[in-house]
C-alpha cells in the first residue's frame, strides 16, 4: 500500500485517494554546493507517471527579488545536469537537459532503480550568477521496509580499488585531506592491464561526484587525464570553473576519442566523515557509473 494511502487511511479518508503517485507536488530545494553561494532558488515539480518513474520539472527564481530565472549558460554540452542518489549514497542517476524552454523550464524524466528516498540535485549556471546547486528530497513509492544498510566505507589512508563490470578502478588519494584541495590519482584497468578502450563522456573523461553523508552537502568535479599532477589547468571545483576544454577538444569531432586510463581530480571535500564518491566514466561505449563509500575519521 502506498504511504500516502496508508497516512489517509488512518484519518478514515480512505475512499477518496488516488492510487500509488507518490509526490504531485512543487518542492522548494536546499542550496547544496559546497563552498557556494545561492542566487537563486530552485522549484521542482514531480509527477510519479509509473512506478519507478518521475516526470521532473524544474524552474528557478532569482533569491533576491523572487523573478523566473530564464537564461543559463551550457556546461558540458547541456544546461542542465540532474542527479539523484539515493538515501543510503549507493546507486546515482544522472540526467541532463540540453536547454531551457524561452520561459525557464527544464523537463525530464527520470527512472530510479527501486522505491525510496532520492536526493535529486540540479546543477547549472545560471547566467552570470555561478554555478548553482539545488537539492530536492522526493520520496519514490512507499517508504522501503528493509533499508539497506550503508556499504562498510574505504579509510582513504589506503589504496582504493574497486571493480565495476570488466574494469577495476583504483583511486589512490592517500594524501587528501578534508577542507584542502588535494590531488586524487584515479587509473582503470581491464584484464589487469590499463584500460585503453575510454571515451569521453559529455566531453570529459570522467565526471566525480563526492556527497557528504551529513549534511548531504555536493561536489562537482572532472578529471584532468595523466596520472601526473597537472596543476590546475582543467581543475574543476565544480562546472562553473571549468568551462569545457575537453568538450571542444572531444566532443565536435564524429570520431569517439580515447581517454587516458590514468586521471587526476582535484578535490576539496568539505569537511570530514563519511562521503560517497561516485564516479562516471564510458568504457567499452557504455556508461560505467562507481559508488565509493570513503571515510574520514572525525579526529
Ligand atoms: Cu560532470
Known amino acids: 500500500m502506498p ?16 492510487p500509488a503517485m507518490a509526490a504531485d507536488e512543487m518542492l522548494s530545494g536546499s542550496f547544496a554546493l559546497a563552498g557556494g553561494e545561492a542566487t537563486v532558488e530552485g522549484h521542482l515539480a514531480v509527477t510519479e507517471t509509473a512506478p519507478l518513474s518521475l516526470e521532473l520539472e524544474l524552474t528557478y527564481t532569482d533569491a533576491g527579488i523572487g523573478e523566473p530565472v530564464t537564461a543559463f549558460t551550457e556546461e ?16 546515482l542517476v544522472h540526467e541532463h537537459v540540453k536547454a531551457a524552454t524561452a520561459d525557464g523550464r527544464f ?10 528516498l ?3 540535485y540540479a546543477d547549472a ?18 517508504a522501503a521496509a528493509d533499508i539497506a544498510p550503508a556499504p562498510q566505507p574505504f579509510a582513504l589512508d589506503a589504496l582504493i580499488a574497486v571493480p565495476i563490470g570488466d574494469y ?7 594524501e587528501a585531506q578534508p577542507y584542502v584541495e588535494g590531488a586524487w590519482h584515479i587509473a582503470i584497468s581491464k584484464a589487469g592491464q590499463p584500460a585503453t578502450d575510454l571515451s569521453p563522456y559529455l566531453g570529459v573523461a570522467a565526471h566525480a561526484i563526492l556527497i557528504r553523508a551529513a549534511d548531504l552537502s555536493y561536489v562537482h568535479a572532472h578529471p ?16 562553473a570553473h571549468a568551462p569545457a576544454p575537453a568538450e571542444n577538444a572531444h566532443a565536435g569531432h564524429a570520431a569517439p576519442a580515447s581517454v587516458a586510463p590514468e586521471m587526476t581530480l582535484h578535490l576539496t571535500p568539505p569537511g570530514a566523515g563519511r562521503y560517497t564518491l561516485f564516479l562516471e566514466f564510458i568504457g567499452g561505449g557504455e556508461i560505467q557509473t562507481l559508488a565509493v563509500p570513503l571515510e574520514w575519521p572525525a579526529s
Open 224 to 239: 584532468t587525464e595523466g596520472g601526473a599532477d597537472t596543476g590546475h589547468d582543467a581543475h574543476a571545483s565544480g562546472h
Open 168 to 174: 577495476e578502478v583504483t583511486i589512490d588519494a592517500r
Open 3 to 18: 504511504r500516502r494511502s496508508l497516512v489517509l487511511a488512518v484519518a478514515g479518508l480512505v475512499a477518496t485517494v488516488a
Open 76 to 91: 558540458l554540452t547541456q544546461q542542465l545536469h540532474l542527479l539523484a542518489v539515493d538515501s543510503s549514497l549507493t546507486h
Open 118 to 120: 532520492y536526493h535529486i
Open 125 to 142: 549556471v545560471p547566467e552570470g550568477r555561478g554555478q548553482q546547486v539545488v537539492r530536492f528530497d522526493v520520496q519514490v513509492g512507499e
Open 107 to 116: 523537463a525530464t524524466g527520470m527512472q530510479v532503480p527501486r522505491p525510496g
